[in-house]
């Protein structure tokens, strides 16, 4: 079992950077790839990024290319979403996410096994 917690959302003005984290408890994290994904007010739930479990596939939608980074330490049990140039569509509870069975499809959210509570995230213009 693998339960995920979400950290660093909050309000911040457009231009501006936030630092998402992703903390696991369980011994395999560092075997699982994981994902980032968000949801809007009246919207579904889209993919932003996602890691393998060695961190050498990385993966981003294209509307945050080039703005977000996704990255994270197995050491720490821990992975980051580092958001730069925010603008006020990346408004949305953000949810991090771990998938430990199945062949990995990075962008699929039903792909996941685990997922976090979420973290609001609120960019102003």
């Known amino acids: 079992q693998v339960q995920l917690v979400e950290s660093g959302g909050g309000l911040v003005q457009a231009g501006g950077s936030l630092r998402l984290s992703c903390v696991a408890s369980?011994?395999?994290?560092?075997?699982?790839?994981m994902g980032w994904f968000r949801q809007a007010p009246g919207k579904e739930r889209e993919f932003v990024s996602a890691?393998?479990?060695?961190?050498?596939?990385?993966y981003h939608a294209p509307s945050v290319k080039g703005r977000f980074t996704i990255s994270r330490d197995n050491a720490k049990n821990t992975m980051y979403l580092q958001m730069n140039s925010l603008k006020p569509e990346d408004t949305a509870v953000y949810y991090c996410?771990?998938?430990?069975?199945?062949?990995?499809?990075?962008?699929?959210?039903?792909?996941?096994?685990?997922w976090g509570q979420g973290t609001q995230v609120t960019v102003s213009s």
């Open positions: 369980g011994r395999t994290f560092s075997t699982y790839p």
């Open positions: 996410a771990a998938q430990s069975t199945g062949r990995w499809i990075p962008s699929r959210f039903d792909n996941y096994n685990y």
């Open positions: 890691i393998s479990w060695s961190g050498g596939d990385i």
